[in-house]
C-alpha cells in the first residue's frame, strides 16, 4: 500500500484537490464501490482513498486518475484533471510560469547547475528532490517527481514547440545520485537532442568570455503572444514581460548559445562522456 500527498493549506491549489476528491467519490458511489473495495483495486489504503476524496491529499500521481478513470468508468472525467492536480504539486512561485509553459511554441533555457528540468530522467529529478535541505519526506519527493514529468510532455506536444536548452559543462560531470543516474540522463540528452525540434549545447567551463554569470533564466512565447523571461534563484522568481527587458536577456541567452559548443559538438561531447561514465 503506498499513500498520497498531504495538502498544503493553500486556497487555489486546495479547492482544486477538493474539486477532484469529490468528483471521486460521487463516481466510485455511482459505480457502487464501497471505498474498502475501490482501495484494495487500486492498491491504496481505505484511509488513504478517504483522505484524498476529502481533499486533504492529493492523488499520488496522474496515473492515479488515469486508472482511477477506467476502473469506475468515468468517461476521462477524472484524467481530464491530472494536468491540472499535478501542477498544484509544483512550488506556488512556479504555477503561472507553468501555465505559460504548458501554451509556448518556443522555449530556451539557460542552466548552471542542473540538467533543464524539461530534460530530466525520473531518476535524475528524484535525486534531486532527495538532496533538498530541509529534507523532505517520501511522498512529497515522489508528488514533486510526478509534477515534473508531467511537464516533460511538453516537449511531445503535437505540432512540437520549438526549444534550445544550453548548460554548463560542470552539469554533466557532477553524478548527482550517483554514476549510474548521470549516465542513464546522459543518454536521455542523446536521445532527446536527435529530435528536430530540440536543440542542446554544452558551455565549455574554461572559456574565458562569459555571458550567463547572472545565473539560470529561461524564455518563453505563449501562442501567439509576446516573449517574456523567468529567472529564478533559491526559489524566489520573477518574470519578465517588459519588452526592453526581455530583449536584453534574449540578447545575452544568444551570447550564451555562440559561446557555447554547438549542437553537433555537444552530441559528440556527452557520447564521449556517457563512455567515461
Do not use: W
Request: aromatic fraction near 6%; charged fraction near 30%; proline fraction near 6%.
Amino acid at each position: 500500500m503506498t499513500d498520497g500527498e498531504p495538502m498544503e493549506e493553500e486556497s487555489g491549489a486546495h479547492d482544486l484537490v477538493r474539486l477532484v476528491g469529490r468528483q471521486l467519490k460521487t463516481l466510485r458511489l455511482r459505480a457502487g464501490l464501497e471505498r474498502e473495495e475501490f482501495a484494495d483495486r487500486m492498491g491504496f489504503s481505505p484511509h488513504t482513498i478517504a483522505s484524498i476524496e476529502q481533499g486533504r491529499r492529493r492523488p499520488p500521481g496522474p496515473d492515479f486518475l488515469d486508472r482511477a478513470d477506467d476502473l469506475l468508468d468515468a468517461g476521462g472525467v477524472l484524467s481530464a484533471a491530472k494536468h491540472a492536480v499535478s501542477r498544484t504539486r509544483l512550488p506556488a512561485f512556479f504555477r503561472g510560469v507553468a501555465g505559460l509553459e504548458e501554451r509556448a511554441v518556443e522555449y530556451h533555457s539557460y542552466e548552471n547547475q542542473v540538467v533543464p528540468g524539461l530534460l530530466q530522467t525520473e531518476e535524475y529529478t528524484r535525486a534531486l528532490y532527495r538532496m533538498r535541505r530541509p529534507a523532505l519526506d517520501d511522498d512529497t519527493v515522489e508528488g514533486h517527481v510526478a509534477a515534473r514529468m508531467t511537464r516533460r510532455g511538453f516537449l511531445d506536444r503535437t505540432p512540437p514547440p520549438t526549444t534550445s536548452f544550453v548548460m554548463e559543462e560542470v552539469v554533466l560531470r557532477r553524478p548527482l545520485g550517483g554514476r549510474e543516474v548521470l549516465r542513464g540522463q546522459c543518454r536521455h540528452l542523446l536521445a532527446l537532442a536527435a529530435r528536430r525540434n530540440i536543440e542542446i549545447q554544452v558551455l565549455p567551463t574554461d572559456i574565458d568570455d562569459h555571458a550567463a554569470l547572472g545565473g539560470p533564466l529561461v524564455l518563453l512565447r505563449p501562442g501567439n503572444g509576446s516573449m517574456v523571461a523567468y529567472l529564478e534563484v533559491q526559489n524566489a522568481s520573477a518574470l519578465r514581460t517588459d519588452r526592453n527587458a526581455v530583449r536584453e536577456i534574449a540578447q545575452r541567452y544568444e551570447t550564451i548559445r555562440a559561446q557555447a559548443l554547438t549542437p553537433r559538438e555537444t552530441l559528440r561531447y556527452i557520447e564521449k562522456l556517457v563512455g567515461e561514465t
